[in-house]
């Protein structure tokens, strides 16, 4: 393998100087500079990345960490951050690296050491999970350039890129109210999710702004039991089949307990698809029986669920990507910009899982 030793050698030129054109510094004439250029070709010499980053102290990578790689929702995420470093980036400088901790706490840790550990110039960490608020505060604390999506610590100054759960979750249950439906119920999600909470409030406010009593016994909790592909309870392991489980077992108790509500707003499309499966058992009819609208826009099918897509709020996740990966590049490279807090919308996606009250389907503001 050749050496920048040879390439000097076969330009005719000092190891300093090739090494300063290979670093981008100035000082290399044009005619070194193509002598240099054309005895790397010759010899097929490919740079020390490692030792270049010492020089230059960048690695020209950015480190993504989040719970689950292989979620189907992860894929919408991954093209985001993709495009917007390419976009970001014009001569393709920058390396994008993924760490999966597959809902452990310890694993995320030790992912986060091993990037800040100079093989990353940056990190962007996915999801909103309260257990991470210890690692945000401390990484905070080192000054290394992070980013947050989907998750945020009041007390700590850092760019985020977030979407309003609380204005979607609002909307989503408005538009069950403007359907006529006033037994409105909600199935929440992991409570160990801040999204969780968010969500839970803006079906709240909804009922509270329409003077619709809020009944606590219509608020659900679903036990998120832990699997051989959910390894942690404090995990946001949103694509396996723990969600779709705890809506399915989540609805067969409460249709044993003989009061269905109008409609229900499930904080998760993923519970929504188990918890059709537990109404089609029991012959309850979707939307004729009760109108169900979800959040996360997923595709049943990836959970090997058979029923249509669902009514739901879609989240923006090629956005997050995107906006996500551009502002934390142009913040490594300018350290000197202020923080920024960057809130999207998620966007209502009406199908025919929602019906009126009087069982005449909804053909208005679809997609509203």
């Known amino acids: 393998m050749a050496t920048i030793k040879d390439v000097a050698e076969r330009a005719g030129l000092s190891t300093t100087l090739v090494s300063r054109y290979l670093n981008g510094r100035k000082g290399v004439s044009p005619d070194s500079r193509e002598k240099i250029q054309s005895a790397i070709k010759e010899l097929n010499y490919r740079p020390n990345g490692i030792a270049r980053s010492l020089v230059l102290q960048k690695t020209q990578s950015i480190g993504i960490v989040l719970d689950n790689l292989c979620a189907p929702f992860a894929a919408r995420l991954i093209s985001g951050l993709e495009q917007g470093a390419e976009d970001f980036d014009k001569e ?62 009041d007390d700590v100054n850092v760019d985020k890129v977030t979407i309003d759960n609380l204005e979607g979750a609002y909307r989503a249950t408005e538009h069950l109210i403007k359907l006529g439906h006033k037994r409105i119920a909600h199935m929440a ?24 009593p809020v009944q606590s016994d219509l608020i659900l909790y679903p036990t998120f039991t832990p699997g051989e592909h959910h390894p942690s309870q404090d995990s946001d392991l949103r694509g396996d089949r723990s969600y779709y489980d705890a809506g399915y077992l989540e609805m067969k108790k409460m249709i044993a307990g003989g009061s269905l509500p109008d409609a229900i707003f499930f904080a998760s499309d993923i ?19 009760i109108s169900i609208i979800g959040f996360d826009d997923e595709n049943p099918a990836d959970y090997g669920c058979s029923c249509k897509p669902i009514s739901t709020m879609r989240q923006p996740l090629y956005d997050l990507g995107y906006i996500g990966i551009k502002r934390l590049l142009a913040s490594i490279n300018d350290p000197d910009l202020p923080k920024e807090k960057v809130v999207l919308n998620a966007k209502l996606i009406v199908r025919d899982s929602c019906r009126n009250k009087e069982g005449i389907e909804n053909e208005t503001n679809l997609n509203s």
């Open 271 to 289: 519970s929504a698809f188990g918890a059709i499966q537990a109404m089609e058992e029991a012959g309850i009819r979707v939307p004729e029986d």
């Open 92 to 153: 393709n400088k920058y390396n994008v690296l993924f760490c999966s901790s597959n809902g452990d706490l310890q694993k995320k840790k030790r992912h986060i050491s091993y990037l800040t550990q100079g093989r990353v110039d940056g990190i962007i960490i996915y999801g909103s999970l309260t257990s991470d608020d210890t690692i945000i505060r401390e990484l905070a604390d080192s000054t290394f350039p992070f980013l947050l999506i989907e998750n945020t610590v």
């Open 189 to 212: 999600g992991n409570m160990n999710l801040k999204i969780t909470l968010e969500r839970m409030n803006g079906y709240i406010r909804a009922l509270q702004d329409y003077q619709i």
